[in-house]
């Protein structure tokens, strides 16, 4: 089956800080990937999206992602964090063939950024 | 343009009752999917409909079930609600061609 899997459950980091997360998904097939964040009280609200091309997209509030098809990942990344990121963060992938709205989400990661 | 839109934000049902659950999608969106959202499970999709077809369906009882009007507008409907169906309902529109899938704010289903 299918899955999604995000290594860091909860990561504390102070202002300033860099961050990544991870991300592995099992999918041998074309896939479409997702970063959602989820703000305290919030709806999901998509970082940033890759669908085809350049590996690295880049996303709002300055997160960016690459994907390595041959690892199977698409690892979050933010070279300095701030308090206003304190958030839980979701993988989701889009891995039906034919393109159907499913998407497939990782357990999600708690980010606490400390001031 | 609007967002996505979901009605009610909160609901109190007792155990065996049902719920009817609405989204309203963002205009021109075909797609409507719908996931349950739980501290223990995360964010599992429930179903997706496109051109009011059901085209895609996740790992749930047969008690939950959806459907999808003309003017895209969904229902999600738990039949014999059980205490495990509390959860926060998500709906999302969108789809690959329309760049993502943007999600609504939700709908808090407490059973009791």
């Known amino acids: 089956a299918q899955s999604v899997s995000q290594h860091n459950h909860h990561v504390i980091l102070s202002e300033a800080a860099s961050l990544e997360l991870g991300c592995n998904y099992s999918y041998g097939g074309t896939v479409n990937l997702f970063w959602y964040v989820q703000y305290p009280g919030q709806h999901l609200q998509l970082l940033l999206k890759y669908f085809s091309g350049d590996p690295l997209v880049k996303g709002i509030k300055g997160f960016e992602a690459e994907f390595i098809k041959s690892k199977f990942s698409f690892n979050l990344r933010k070279p300095s964090v701030q308090w206003s990121d304190t958030a839980e963060y979701f993988c989701?992938?889009?891995?039906?063939?034919?393109?159907?709205?499913?998407?497939?989400f990782g357990q999600g990661t708690t980010l606490q950024v400390k001031p | 343009k609007a967002g996505v839109t979901q009605t009610p934000r909160y609901l109190i049902k007792t155990r065996g009752q049902q719920v009817t659950l609405s989204c309203s999608p963002i205009s021109g969106h075909r797609s409507v999917s719908w996931y349950q959202q739980t501290p223990g499970q995360g964010l599992q999709f429930l179903f997706e409909y496109f051109s009011e077809t059901q085209r895609n369906k996740g790992n749930f009882p047969g008690r939950f079930s959806g459907r999808q009007f003309s003017n895209s507008r969904s229902e999600m409907n738990v039949s014999t609600l059980e205490l495990g169906d509390s959860a926060l309902y998500l709906c999302?529109?969108?789809?690959?061609?329309?760049?993502?899938?943007?999600f609504g704010s939700g709908t808090r289903l407490t059973v009791v």
């Open positions: 989701a992938v889009n891995a039906d063939s034919s393109n159907t709205g499913k998407l497939i």
């Open positions: 999302a529109s969108g789809g690959v061609t329309v760049g993502g899938y943007t």
